[in-house]
């Protein structure tokens, strides 16, 4: 091309210019704009990737009601702490402190009758814009005083009525005994304006997510087919927001877990290992730091008194003598940091620093005894005919039941069925759902007099299960955990258990708001709502008092185990009356003598921390890590 100067020739520029005018002139299209700088100077930067946190863990699967032992798992535990509020929390220093995020207050304000005043913060309010007021402290305590399968109830069994105050803000709760334990109460509120009506209501509504959120974070998704579950920062959070906008939830097994921190796609993995894959981990060296996350739950067998087949105290104690407690164990635990935790009391887990052996003797349970277990089972009227023990032309059968295909449960099951059916005794092993398993299956009145009360319990509407292998939760307060797992019910004591879990008489102090709170309009200072009177529970569920006829109670606990002359001791432990340590010299070697449960192991984590991630900890005991959340932080590797 020619130049003049560098500069175009006026007729080249005069061509191209009509040019463009016939290209415009035939086109509907519009010329593009005037571009004063290059492209690549005025487009606009990626969106910023929002800073997370990535976690491996075990599973994602729900439920995840925290209340229900068909829930339990390390992934319910983490998700009430992220995302619902709580009155106490655990701590390192006292035990239990005040969530001030919360709670402005909560004290005990009168001794007869013992009552516990609490008072919400006004601006504290579920991810809806309802408040967080009266109504979910009266729904969770009915649910638990009438629901089967529920996690430590004892406490909220002595809950003899709950006013509402300043616009249901104010919750006055009173006891039909004293309870030195009250502060184990009211962890983990749920919305009950949208529990009460969600499909499938208490067992129901937490099975795939949240209806609503009163934490720092909120649920973005559940991908269960992934094994992935987001979590983001709850923008209607009314306290200190998360550090990061985001954490991550993946599940992975042993080696994935250790793939993951390796290559630094996850910051910290979280699970229940096997010896081999914490080897592993411990080979990631110093960068990765490891460290034991006692679980809450305790892992039992229990043998039902309940049904014609271990209703006799020789039979139940022939059968615990044939169980090898120790293969049980090392099947469970599989050199894992459970296998340190061995169990060896009924009401204390081994996490508990009071925590001490309480096994009698030498013998059954602790070392299985053949010959001790034949001549109970002779005694009992059995004799050994081709293999099997048989009374009055009947073969001795038990059914072993486990929470679904849960582990470490099926895999204990499958091995306590191999024992016994090495020494004579018919077994069959069901896996019944966990939701049916601790619903209904394990939710059987029990005659007072001492004998089994009828049929056995139905499960899949057939079979009742004579030995479950089940989690038993273990409350911050151990005389909470031997009332509930040990208890008759609260249709043995005294005070008011009628079911109605509530007093709204406080016109006055509830000054008529509830009736105009909108929870819907998303203004957080409406803090009017009080719950009604009724029954929270579901359509065809009986109350205690409905099943506890003359004769009879449903006891709190699964094993079907009531004891009225143990029952008198449990209650005085509950109410203070009597000191831990003097109420469990006086139980366990009762309750060892009864052979209804045999601990095997408290569940425990590991808990594996690489150098991206800041604030991970182990966290308060029977807390776990995930306590610390929203203080959590990346690191730069």
């Not at 509020?85 to 402005?104: A, I």
């Not at 449960?597 to 776990?624: E, H, K, M, N, R």
Request: charged share 25%.
């Amino acid at each position: 091309m020619r130049t003049n100067g560098g500069r175009k020739t006026p007729w080249l520029v005069a061509l191209v210019l009509a040019l463009a005018g016939v290209l415009v002139a035939c086109s509907n299209t519009p010329p593009p704009p005037v571009v004063s700088s290059p492209v690549a100077e005025t487009s606009e930067p990626p969106a910023e990737t929002p800073s997370q946190i990535v976690a491996v863990v075990d599973d994602i699967v729900g439920g995840y009601n925290p209340h229900l032992l068909a829930d339990a798992s390390t992934v319910t535990t983490a998700l009430s702490q992220l995302l619902l509020p709580s009155v106490f929390r655990p701590s390192e220093e006292d035990g239990f402190t005040l969530d001030d995020s919360l709670m402005e207050s909560a004290e005990v304000t009168s001794e007869d009758p013992f009552t516990v005043t609490y008072r919400i913060r006004p601006d504290a309010s579920w991810s809806d814009g309802a408040p967080i007021a009266v109504e979910d402290f009266s729904y969770l305590a009915q649910a638990m005083k009438t629901q089967p399968g529920v996690v430590n109830p004892a406490g909220y069994e002595l809950i003899s009525s709950i006013e509402p105050g300043e616009g249901g803000k104010l919750v006055r709760v009173m006891f039909s005994e004293p309870y030195p334990g009250w502060r184990t109460l009211f962890s983990n509120l749920l919305p009950a304006h949208l529990m009460k009506d969600a499909p499938g209501g208490w067992r129901g509504a937490l099975a795939e997510s949240f209806p609503a959120y009163g934490g720092p974070f909120g649920i973005k998704t559940i991908d269960t087919a992934r094994g992935e579950l987001v979590l983001e920062r709850n923008e209607r959070y009314w306290e200190k927001p998360a550090a990061v906008d985001r954490i991550v939830l993946q599940r992975a097994d042993g080696p994935g877990m250790v793939s993951a921190l390796r290559s630094g796609s996850a910051q910290f993995a979280l699970g229940s290992v096997n010896g081999d894959t914490r080897k592993l981990l411990a080979d990631l060296g110093e960068d990765v730091d490891l460290s034991v996350v006692a679980q809450p739950y305790v892992v039992d067998v229990v043998l039902r008194p309940v049904g014609p087949a271990l209703v006799e105290d020789e039979v139940r104690e022939a059968v615990s003598a044939l169980i090898d407690r120790d293969a049980l164990i090392d099947e469970g635990t599989r050199g894992g940091d459970s296998a340190d935790l061995r169990a060896s009391a009924q009401v204390l887990p081994p996490s508990e620093e009071e925590y001490k052996h309480t096994i009698p003797g030498s013998g059954a349970p602790l070392r299985r005894d053949t010959e001790k277990a034949y001549e109970l089972l002779a005694e009992a009227g059995y004799e050994r005919e081709a293999g099997s023990w048989v009374r009055d032309g009947r073969t001795l059968s038990l059914v072993v039941a486990s929470p679904g295909q849960k582990q470490p449960y099926a895999r204990i099951a499958a091995k306590l069925e191999e024992q016994l059916i090495a020494e004579g005794i018919d077994v069959n092993v069901v896996h019944p759902p966990s939701e049916e398993l601790f619903g209904s299956a394990l939710s059987a009145p029990v005659d007072l007099d001492g004998g089994a009360h009828g049929e056995p319990a139905p499960t899949n509407g057939q079979v009742g299960i004579d030995i479950a292998v089940i989690p038993r939760a273990v409350s911050a307060d151990p005389a909470t955990t031997l009332a509930s797992w040990f208890g008759c019910g609260s249709g043995d004591r005294d005070g008011d258990t009628d079911g109605d879990a509530e007093n709204t008489d406080d016109a006055d102090d509830a000054e008529g708001e509830s009736k105009d709170s909108n929870a819907g309009d998303g203004e957080s200072g409406e803090t009017g709502r009080e719950s009604d009177s009724t029954s929270t529970a579901e359509p065809g569920k009986s109350n205690d008092t409905d099943t506890a006829e003359a004769g009879q109670v449903v006891p709190t606990n699964v094993a079907g185990f009531c004891d009225l002359e143990l029952q008198s001791v449990i209650d005085s432990v509950l109410t203070g009356e009597t000191s831990l340590k003097q109420g469990l010299a006086d139980v366990e070697p009762e309750l060892w003598a009864q052979r209804i449960s045999i601990p095997l192991f408290q569940l425990a984590d590991t808990l594996a921390v690489g150098p991206g991630v800041s604030g991970v900890t182990a966290g308060p005991p029977l807390a776990g890590p995930f306590s610390s959340a929203v203080d959590w932080t990346r690191a730069p590797r």
